[in-house]
């Protein structure tokens, strides 16, 4: 059962749902999300990507997607935007100035400014990511394949944006694009999310620190 925003309210105050900072507005069934700073949009470094394949007898930018270890390989090769005076207009992402220019066929990662998800205890909600309908119409596709928060998981949530459409999106800071909808589960789970997350995404740890993780959840 999805909560509405009678429940969404009422979940935040009695802390079964953490969402920090708290929204200023509540939809009828969703809760706007904002892009974090611009230091942690990311993109792939391509060129490095494709010097390593070149060496193991790859080619460039070819990714063993089955079998490849994707904590190592991120850490590796997930760089943030050159600064300005570093920029290149003919990448398909770059950033201008406080902002991020998006070609078509451009994609990049950039973390939500919530920290989104449940404590240990009194854990029966799950929380969805999706991007928001009138964004999507441009082309513009939203935290594309794993959108599901699990139940005990606390942190900054990493989206994947990528640029599907014919126009250039330009992205700031604390734009709104995405939504949280949050639905109860039949009983909290018997273990904790805590143990691991995705690389790149932040975890408020058991002292209530903001630590960077690495990936085991996906």
Not at 117 to 141: Q, V
Not at 176 to 192: D, G, H, W
């Amino acid at each position: 059962m999805f909560l509405s925003d009678r429940d969404l309210r009422w979940a935040i105050e009695s802390g079964r749902l953490i969402i920090d900072p708290r929204p200023s507005k509540i939809e009828p069934t969703s809760i706007n999300l904002h892009l974090d700073s611009i230091k942690e949009a990311k993109i792939w470094d391509l060129h490095a990507i494709s010097e390593n394949n070149l060496i193991h007898g790859l080619k460039p930018k070819e990714v063993m997607i089955g079998r490849f270890d994707f904590r190592k390989f991120s850490a590796k090769y997930l760089v943030s935007l050159p600064q300005e005076a570093e920029k290149d207009e003919n990448q398909l992402v770059f950033r201008r100035g406080e902002q991020v220019v998006i070609k078509p066929q451009g994609f990049l990662l950039w973390q939500t400014k919530e920290k989104i998800g449940t404590p240990d205890d009194r854990a029966d909600l799950i929380c969805f990511i999706e991007g928001k309908s009138t964004r999507a119409r441009t082309g513009i596709l939203i935290h594309m394949t794993a959108p599901t928060i699990h139940s005990t998981w606390i942190g900054n949530v990493t989206l994947e944006i990528a640029n599907l459409g014919p126009f250039i999106f330009v992205l700031e800071e604390n734009d709104v694009i995405a939504q949280l909808t949050v639905a109860t589960i039949s009983s909290p789970p018997v273990e904790s999310m805590k143990a691991g997350v995705t690389y790149a995404q932040k975890e408020v740890g058991s002292s209530g620190q903001l630590n960077k993780k690495r990936d085991r959840r996906r």
